[in-house]
């Protein structure tokens, strides 16, 4: 497809339980990015991939969280152990690499809701 | 540390009124880069616009126009005209320059939900 796609659209998981989001970057895009969206706390910034250097996890709320992005394309971000907190929309994005004349746009796919209960 | 402040968090107009909205930041770096996106009621957030903060000239698009002042750190956005397919959350954005080259996560403001009324 032409844009960010990412799997599952939903999923809904028990407390405790660990969880895999997939996503598709934009075919040529070498830099990935993941979001969460959630009511509470707005839009944040988890983790971002670029080329083959080392991924800033700068973002991640704790080590429950990892990422890992295989053959520079498609990239997994995992939950374990999940907590309700983790509640939110999941949104990764992809954009052109860093040039040193700026930051590219990065375009986002459409998110996947995770809920814990 | 970055932010984004959009202090309105939600503006209902009439269609055809004309609608600006606002957004102002913080940074200390020295060249930084400013985004709004929009996200309908569909969820997926859309790109609108990029600026560097070396290129002061605003820019129109269509009914689109923004308004970057550095001398107020304020990256405004106006909708002329607005028209109910407008409706939606619009996001102000900033992003940094890492130390040796490499982008950096966007850092969002809280959004400003627009409504448009026929």
């Known amino acids: 497809g032409a844009g960010v796609s990412q799997s599952p659209s939903n999923k809904v998981t028990e407390k405790g339980k660990d969880v895999e989001l997939r996503c598709d970057p934009i075919?040529?895009?070498?830099?990935l990015y993941w979001y969460r969206q959630s009511l509470g706390q707005g839009l944040e910034f988890l983790i971002y991939?670029?080329?083959?250097?080392?991924?800033?996890k700068s973002g991640l709320p704790s080590d429950r969280f990892s990422a890992e992005r295989t053959g520079g394309s498609v990239s997994t971000l995992t939950i374990q152990r999940t907590q309700q907190e983790d509640s939110a929309v999941y949104l990764c994005?992809?954009?052109?690499?860093?040039?040193?004349?700026?930051?590219?746009?990065?375009?986002f796919g459409p998110g996947t809701r995770l809920t814990v209960t | 540390a970055q932010k984004v402040t959009q202090a309105q968090t939600e503006i209902s107009v009439v269609e055809k009124e004309d609608v600006t909205l606002d957004c102002v930041y913080e940074?200390?770096?020295?060249?930084?880069?400013l985004f709004w996106y929009k996200q309908p009621p569909s969820g997926e957030l859309v790109f609108l616009i990029r600026?560097?903060?070396?290129?002061?000239q605003n820019e129109i698009s269509g009914r689109y126009s923004w308004n970057f002042q550095k001398s107020t750190s304020s990256f405004n956005f106006t909708i002329t005209a607005s028209q109910v397919v407008d409706s939606a959350v619009y996001f102000c954005?900033?992003?940094?320059?890492?130390?040796?080259?490499?982008?950096?996560?966007?850092?969002f403001g809280k959004g400003t939900h627009l409504i448009i009324q026929p």
């Open positions: 075919s040529g895009h070498t830099a």
């Open positions: 994005a992809s954009s052109l690499e860093h040039q040193t004349s700026g930051n590219y746009e990065q375009y």
């Open positions: 600026r560097n903060s070396f290129d002061e």
């Open positions: 940074t200390r770096d020295t060249t930084y880069y």
């Open positions: 991939f670029q080329g083959n250097s080392a991924p800033d």
């Open positions: 954005a900033l992003s940094g320059s890492k130390r040796g080259g490499g982008a950096d996560g966007l850092t």
